[in-house]
């Protein structure tokens, strides 16, 4: 159980296009989603947290007219790249919690995503 | 920003040894959790351990959690060659009421190689 995917595993665009990664979790409600990205050989830095039916909460320094975030439903969550530029190219990797006590977050496998 | 610091950054042993990483955090928390992630892949939870508890054991893992020193470490023992893989502790911070903001802040990591 506590699956989580994420589509599509990598993508190749061209500088100034947009990019729509989605996350799902395919056998839990996950009433809350987070997003993060991975440089090569480094860690996960948050970019995002975001709760099912309202907006999304940034961390400092990440754009969110760039990184639009939407969580309609509760096994949904996507992330667009607005106008991506060859800097945005990274690991984008979705985890998503549940309700109840429990603290742990199911990962996704992880979208590669290189702006050319 | 990253909180978790870890050491080694990188750790190399023949098969059969143990190896043992270390993370060390600034805030104060409410669990402490390690990942595993394969070379380009998701992250797979290993273990979580509470603020209140000092250690935990799974399989071969072995947790240990000092909140007074503020670090934690993760004991591999009788490595395998399919553990070599990124190792990542993540802390959950603690928020006013006693209980977790949900959101994780990541160590930078140990690169673990199990040489067969």
């Known amino acids: 159980g506590a699956v989580v995917s994420q589509h599509p595993s990598w993508v190749i665009c061209k500088s100034g296009t947009s990019v729509k990664i989605e996350c799902r979790s395919l056998d839990f409600q996950a009433t809350t989603m987070f997003w993060y990205r991975q440089f090569p050989k480094q860690s996960l830095m948050l970019m995002a947290t975001s709760n099912e039916g309202s907006k999304a909460t940034y961390e400092q320094g990440v754009e969110k007219d760039k990184f639009l975030i939407n969580h309609a439903s509760l096994t949904l969550s996507t992330l667009t790249v607005t106008s991506a530029h060859p800097e945005d190219s990274s690991f984008y990797i979705c985890s998503a919690s549940g309700t109840g006590s429990s603290y742990e977050q199911y990962f996704g496998p992880g979208t590669r995503l290189t702006v050319t | 920003s990253q909180q978790g610091e870890e050491d080694p950054q990188a750790l190399s042993i023949q098969e059969g040894e143990n190896a043992t990483m270390n993370c060390s955090y600034k805030t104060s928390i409410n669990n402490l959790q390690w990942y595993r992630q394969n070379s380009g892949r998701g992250l797979v939870h290993l273990i979580l351990?509470?603020?209140?508890?000092r250690e935990k054991h799974s399989g071969r893992l072995r947790v240990t959690l000092d909140t007074s020193k503020k670090s934690s470490s993760l004991l591999i023992t009788a490595s395998r060659a399919a553990d070599t893989a990124s190792y990542f502790c993540?802390?959950?911070?603690?928020?006013?009421?006693?209980?977790?903001?949900?959101?994780?802040?990541f160590g930078q990591g140990t690169i673990l190689t199990v040489h067969p």
């Open positions: 993540a802390t959950s911070a603690i928020n006013a009421g006693g209980t977790s903001y949900g959101k994780l802040t």
């Open positions: 351990i509470r603020s209140n508890e």
